[in-house]
């Protein structure tokens, strides 16, 4: 079975740009929840989706959004990025909500 | 709130010697809690989980943890480390409210380094 899948690994981005992060999780995983982790903050939930609807968000500015698609697949959104925006940004995905869920290797993004 | 405390930012252990990364938990209910290890520029790799049941939870890799409800404990322990068990370790936990679906409290993390 095929993993967590995040396109792309790594991207530079200027300040103020936008960018569209990109998660394809397990096969037959409906829940797919995104992650920043920073050296300073550590690992920081964004929000949670299950069957392309929003279960929880975590506690980060509306420049932040994503969306689901009905294969599950998802993406997330930052807008007018900040310097600080710069982290490694995790996907997850889990087949329901009491077992584990399972990590991408992240997309590295640099803003400058 | 809910909270995961690691209070060792790092922990050394000769090869061969036992192993214990410490974390505390702090949430409405029963916890659902997890282990989790990431090495080097990778996403986060599953290790462990306590839903319920016996106290003693074995994972992968030779890893085992202990849940200790009145400490609200959830420490991860190795018999016998490995020089390649060495990476950042992650206690988290999620609520076990359906409301709290999906959303995973991370602690601060543990840099494990084992020296041979």
């Known amino acids: 079975k095929a993993g967590v899948t995040q396109t792309p690994r790594y991207l530079i981005k200027t300040r103020g740009q936008q960018v569209t992060l990109s998660c394809s999780p397990i096969?037959?995983?409906?829940?797919v929840s995104w992650y920043q982790q920073t050296p300073g903050q550590g690992l920081q939930f964004l929000f949670e989706?299950?069957?392309?609807?929003?279960?929880n968000k975590g506690n980060f500015p509306g420049r932040f959004s994503g969306r689901q698609f009905s294969n599950s697949r998802s993406e997330m959104n930052v807008s007018t990025l900040e310097l600080g925006d710069s982290a490694l940004y995790l996907c997850?995905?889990?087949?329901?909500?009491?077992?584990?869920?399972?990590f991408g290797q992240g997309t590295r993004l640099t803003v400058v | 709130a809910q909270s995961v405390a690691q209070p060792e930012d790092q922990v050394n252990v000769a090869e061969g010697n036992p192993l214990t990364v410490k974390c505390t938990y702090s949430?409405?209910?029963?916890?659902?809690l997890f282990w989790y290890v990431q090495y080097p520029n990778r996403g986060l790799q599953f290790l462990l989980k306590?839903?319920?049941?016996?106290?003693l939870v074995k994972g992968s890799y030779g890893f085992e943890a202990e849940f200790n409800k009145s400490q609200t404990s959830f420490h991860l322990k190795k018999p016998s480390a490995l020089v390649s068990d060495s990476a950042l370790y992650f206690c988290?936990?999620?609520?076990?409210?359906?409301?709290?679906?999906?959303?995973?409290?991370f602690g601060q993390g543990t840099t494990l380094q084992v020296k041979p």
């Open positions: 989706y299950f069957s392309e609807t929003q279960r």
């Open positions: 306590y839903i319920t049941g016996d106290n």
């Open positions: 949430v409405s209910g029963n916890p659902y």
């Open positions: 096969s037959g995983h409906r829940s």
């Open positions: 988290a936990v999620r609520g076990a409210k359906r409301r709290n679906t999906g959303k995973l409290i």
């Open positions: 997850a995905s889990s087949p329901t909500w009491n077992t584990e869920a399972f």
